[in-house]
């Protein structure tokens, strides 16, 4: 795309062209090409870099920033450029984009390639004067996120590049655009379990020590705890049994090991750090191990000024009204509430990682004016929380 084109494109048009560009997670190279030509001719300094090695890397980054006066408001947009893998079964090529009817057709159209067109778009006409804009773009947020948003919040950090607010366009919305924001998340920790025994025969049971009978027991009293009943802006933390692995091939053998995984998704009652003790200290009754894995803290962005001139913007392009949550996975934004306020919103969800993934073109259009008009408020906002 060249950058008369880029600048004069459509919302789908920008869209289509990232789609176009193949970018399984960890995403590098050409699609960081094409994103690069369309924000380069809007004044941004577009820095990218690679980090990681196998097999959680390479990971390519982008950091765009586009700077207004001395002193002004800095408002980041952040997403990511990899998308999971498209499976097989498409009416047509995943990364052909296709328009039919009023949908945008391709793997990335929703999650999340179609917001970062629509972040674009969104600040083409914003003059630079207005305030510092920037963008924050990983090609690595579908799989490990090792090396790729907290990579260039490493680099924000050593440039002193901290934004005032963050939106990140992770597709939020349910039944139509605009009826949901994330303004918090719960932590998420992988919790792994062992537990040694001594092989032998079956009928000689007391020439061995079973070391499923205590796995079955832990794994019973973990299932029974209770971690909380919730919080005015979270759900009950869960804890769920993952994996269960002994991989005894032979029906008369007491087996020497056996493995299990556990997953708790938990919301600002606990950390990951509290959680992974308070397992351990059960696995450690019953003879065994546990080896947590946190993937992030929660978060609550208390609503405020932020959440208010989002909700407005919504309310002003599509007429919703939209609620507040913390329901769902985890995204980036569990990284980036380290650096600023940070609120999630973008695209219905519906078609996310799923065979034929479709956007409506309306909603790209009109994600892109909501977009304009939250940088436009919150550059201007001198009275902020």
Same mark, same amino acid.
């Given at each position: 795309?060249?950058?008369?084109?880029?600048?004069?494109?459509?919302?789908?048009?920008?869209?289509?062209?990232?789609?176009?560009?193949?970018?399984?997670?960890?995403?590098?190279?050409?699609?960081?090409?094409?994103?690069?030509?369309?924000?380069?001719?809007?004044?941004?300094?577009?820095?990218?870099?690679?980090?990681?090695?196998?097999?959680?890397?390479?990971?390519?980054?982008?950091?765009?920033?586009?700077?207004?006066?001395?002193?002004?408001?800095?408002?980041?947009?952040?997403?990511?450029?990899?998308?999971?893998?498209?499976?097989?079964?498409?009416?047509?090529?995943?990364?052909?984009?296709?328009?039919?009817?009023?949908?945008?057709?391709?793997?990335?159209?929703?999650?999340?390639?179609?917001?970062?067109?629509?972040?674009?778009?969104?600040?083409?006409?914003?003059?630079?004067?207005?305030?510092?804009?920037?963008?924050?773009?990983?090609?690595?947020?579908?799989?490990?996120?090792?090396?790729?948003?907290?990579?260039?919040?490493?680099?924000?950090?050593?440039?002193?590049?901290?934004?005032?607010?963050?939106?990140?366009?992770?597709?939020?919305?349910?039944?139509?655009?605009?009826?949901?924001?994330? %303004?918090?998340?719960?932590?998420?920790?992988? %919790?792994?379990?062992?537990?040694?025994?001594?092989?032998?025969?079956?009928?000689?049971?007391?020439?061995?020590?079973?070391?499923?009978?205590?796995?079955?027991?832990?794994?019973?009293?973990?299932?029974?705890?209770?971690?909380?009943?919730?919080?005015?802006?979270?759900?009950?933390?869960?804890?769920?049994?993952?994996?269960?692995?002994?991989?005894?091939?032979?029906?008369?053998?007491?087996?020497?090991?056996?493995?299990?995984?556990?997953?708790?998704?938990?919301?600002?009652?606990?950390?990951?750090?509290?959680?992974?003790?308070?397992?351990?200290?059960?696995?450690?009754?019953?003879?065994?191990?546990?080896?947590?894995?946190?993937?992030?803290?929660?978060?609550?962005?208390?609503?405020?000024?932020?959440?208010?001139?989002?909700?407005?913007?919504?309310?002003?392009?599509?007429?919703?009204?939209?609620?507040?949550?913390?329901?769902?996975?985890?995204?980036?934004?569990?990284?980036?509430?380290?650096?600023?306020?940070?609120?999630?919103?973008?695209?219905?969800?519906?078609?996310?990682?799923?065979?034929?993934?479709?956007?409506?073109?309306?909603?790209?259009?009109?994600?892109?004016?909501?977009?304009?008009?939250?940088?436009?408020?919150?550059?201007?906002?001198?009275?902020?929380?």
């Amino acid at each position: 795309m060249s950058q008369t084109a880029s600048s004069a494109a459509s919302v789908t048009e920008l869209a289509e062209a990232l789609i176009a560009c193949p970018s399984v997670t960890p995403a590098t190279g050409m699609v960081f090409d094409c994103l690069e030509q369309q924000l380069a001719p809007l004044g941004f300094d577009v820095a990218r870099f690679v980090a990681g090695e196998a097999p959680d890397g390479p990971v390519e980054n982008l950091f765009a920033i586009r700077r207004g006066p001395e002193g002004s408001r800095h408002f980041a947009f952040a997403g990511h450029l990899d998308v999971v893998p498209p499976g097989d079964g498409w009416t047509t090529g995943p990364f052909l984009p296709e328009r039919r009817g009023d949908l945008l057709y391709g793997r990335g159209a929703v999650d999340m390639k179609g917001s970062i067109a629509a972040m674009v778009a969104a600040v083409r006409d914003i003059s630079a004067e207005a305030g510092t804009v920037s963008f924050v773009i990983t090609g690595d947020e579908e799989g490990p996120a090792i090396y790729g948003t907290r990579a260039l919040m490493d680099l924000m950090r050593g440039r002193g590049d901290i934004p005032d607010l963050c939106l990140v366009g992770e597709p939020t919305s349910v039944n139509r655009l605009g009826d949901v924001m994330k %303004i918090g998340r719960r932590g998420s920790v992988n %919790i792994f379990l062992d537990v040694e025994g001594v092989q032998g025969h079956v009928a000689y049971p007391h020439m061995a020590d079973n070391p499923v009978t205590k796995l079955v027991a832990m794994l019973a009293e973990l299932d029974a705890l209770t971690l909380d009943e919730g919080t005015d802006w979270f759900q009950p933390s869960n804890l769920e049994i993952t994996d269960i692995t002994v991989g005894n091939p032979a029906h008369n053998v007491i087996p020497a090991r056996a493995a299990a995984r556990i997953s708790i998704r938990f919301n600002d009652l606990h950390t990951g750090a509290e959680l992974g003790s308070r397992v351990s200290a059960i696995a450690e009754k019953h003879g065994g191990v546990a080896r947590p894995v946190i993937s992030g803290e929660s978060f609550l962005t208390e609503p405020g000024r932020f959440s208010t001139l989002l909700a407005d913007a919504i309310r002003a392009e599509t007429g919703v009204d939209p609620e507040l949550s913390t329901s769902g996975g985890t995204s980036d934004a569990r990284f980036l509430k380290d650096l600023c306020p940070v609120i999630e919103f973008g695209l219905c969800n519906a078609t996310m990682h799923k065979r034929d993934e479709a956007v409506a073109m309306d909603d790209l259009e009109a994600l892109a004016r909501i977009y304009r008009r939250v940088v436009e408020t919150a550059l201007a906002d001198r009275d902020p929380d």
